[in-house]
């Protein structure tokens, strides 16, 4: 089992800059690759950054390109993702979320991950 614990939301003006940490406890060995997905109020959870844990290879969702980067620390089995030039649309509750096999379809997608956090809000204000 693995257990997913994000921290670092809160609130912004647009154009600041947030680090969210989703430090991750247990069988960490078995965990392949990382994503941080979030949700909005009244929308669909949307895959935002992923970073397989291994080779340290990430993407990103086209929405968030060029302002947001994910990393881990390994020493530390956390998972950051700096986000910057924030804009009112990445308003939303941002989880992290663990898969341990091979990816099925796209990295987004929801059922190839077996552990999920329970969020930490970011609300960006103009």
């Known amino acids: 089992q693995v257990q997913l614990v994000e921290s670092g939301g809160g609130s912004v003006q647009a154009g600041g800059s947030l680090r969210l940490s989703c430090a991750a406890s247990g069988d960490t060995n078995s965990i392949r690759f990382i994503t941080w997905f979030r949700q909005a109020p009244g929308k669909e959870r949307e895959g935002v950054a992923v970073?397989?844990?291994?080779?340290?290879?990430?993407s990103y969702a086209d929405s968030v390109k060029g302002r947001f980067t994910i990393s881990q620390d390994k020493a530390q089995n956390t998972v950051h993702l700096q986000m910057n030039s924030l804009k009112l649309e990445d308003t939303a509750m941002y989880y992290c979320?663990?898969?341990?096999?091979?990816?099925?379809?796209?990295?987004?997608?929801?059922?190839?991950?077996?552990?999920w956090g329970q969020g930490t809000q970011v609300t960006v204000s103009s």
């Open positions: 970073i397989f844990t291994g080779s340290g290879v990430t």
């Open positions: 979320a663990a898969g341990r096999g091979v990816i099925w379809g796209t990295w987004d997608t929801r059922s190839n991950y077996n552990y």
